[in-house]
């Protein structure tokens, strides 16, 4: 396995339901540090997409950073790329089961693949794609 080098990174209201749901879509954890005194409380989390795809997350602390439009839980966008046309279909189903709510139905747009959308329980925007880009 490759070495992630590029991720994706987001701010979570609620850590737990946020791992649950990115397990479903097929997301592998690798480590999640926890507040030692309040393990409700993410301080960082990372997780593996695919062969080279990665993913960095962590609670919603409310400190200064935050107040920067990019930290603010539901202001992230993430396309996940699946094998098959028919993977988007699977991962939109398992999220769904998660909790997460469908933002598109599945389609085919021109430029090819298969697509659908996604919003998780802070309101982020999950691009299931079959189409790898050029």
Not at 22 to 38: M, Q
Not at 87 to 96: S, T, Y
Request: glycine residues 10%.
């Amino acid at each position: 396995m490759t070495t992630p080098q590029l991720y994706h990174c987001l701010r979570s209201t609620d850590a737990d339901r946020t791992i649950a749901f990115l397990t479903a879509l097929g997301f592998t954890e690798k480590l999640v540090f926890r507040d030692p005194e309040d393990p409700t409380i993410v301080h960082h989390a990372q997780f593996q997409w695919r062969d080279h795809g990665g993913l960095m997350l962590g609670s919603v602390r409310g400190d200064e950073e935050e107040t920067a439009p990019w930290f603010r839980p539901g202001a992230s966008v993430c396309n996940l790329v699946v094998p098959s046309d028919e993977q988007v279909d699977e991962v939109l189903r398992r999220g769904v089961e998660a909790g997460g709510r469908v933002a598109a139905e599945p389609s085919e747009p021109p430029h090819g693949g298969r697509t659908a959308g996604l919003l998780d329980h802070d309101g982020n925007y999950w691009n299931i794609d079959s189409y790898p880009g050029e």
